[in-house]
């Protein structure tokens, strides 16, 4: 499954941006999607997932100012990022569970 995630950039404290998570390849229609971000000088972390059923879970830190949706008609899953924060500075990935798959990121740079 190739992944390629989009809706990166540069914004102030407070502000939000939604990232897209767009999958094509023979099994991606199904299955798990996952966010992942990695800070700068820091190993990747889990940010959310969303199941094919629809049932989501995220980091706890992050619940209440993420979230998490997904259009299986697009092969499309989306992060909706509010309030964002310095600290969610990093590089944001999307991962297919059920192959393994990742993609390439897309850059998210909070400013204060």
């Known amino acids: 499954v190739q992944l390629v995630e989009s809706g990166g950039g540069l914004v102030q404290a407070g502000g939000s941006l939604r990232l897209s998570c767009i999958a094509s390849?023979?099994?991606?229609?199904?299955?798990?999607i996952a966010w992942y971000r990695q800070p700068p000088g820091k190993s990747r972390e889990f940010v959310s997932i969303i199941d094919s059923d629809g049932t989501t879970n995220f980091k706890p830190s992050l619940k209440g100012r993420f979230t998490i949706s997904r259009d299986d008609a697009k092969n499309a899953v989306y992060l909706q990022m509010n309030s964002l924060k310095p600290d969610d500075t990093a590089r944001y990935y999307c991962?297919?569970?059920?192959?393994?798959?990742w993609g390439r990121g897309t850059q998210v740079t909070v400013s204060s």
């Open positions: 991962n297919h569970v059920p192959t393994g798959d």
């Open positions: 390849g023979a099994t991606s229609g199904t299955g798990a």
